[in-house]
């Protein structure tokens, strides 16, 4: 499942270590299962994740209230 707000770009389908932590990827992506089944997050701190996670809902909001906006705008001219 794809975290809401981030861009669908070619580039975050096989990310690195940078795209993880600039959309806040979960852990298991980009990484292998350790031993036991557990994977370990290339983001340590679980606050910076959330940030970044809520940074990208909060543009993508941001850019769906202006669409709407405009069709709204469009509708009544």
Not at 15 to 42: M, N, T, V
Not at 50 to 67: D, E, G, M, P
């Amino acid at each position: 499942m794809k975290p809401y707000g981030i861009p669908r770009i070619l580039d975050v389908e096989f990310p690195d270590i940078a795209d993880i932590h600039r959309f806040g990827l979960k852990s298991s992506i980009g990484h292998f299962s350790e031993k036991g089944g557990e994977f370990k997050s290339y983001i340590r701190n679980c606050h910076s994740k959330a940030s970044t996670r809520r940074y990208w809902k909060r543009k993508a909001r941001q850019i769906s209230k202006c669409l709407i906006q405009k069709a709204i705008k469009d509708e009544t001219m």
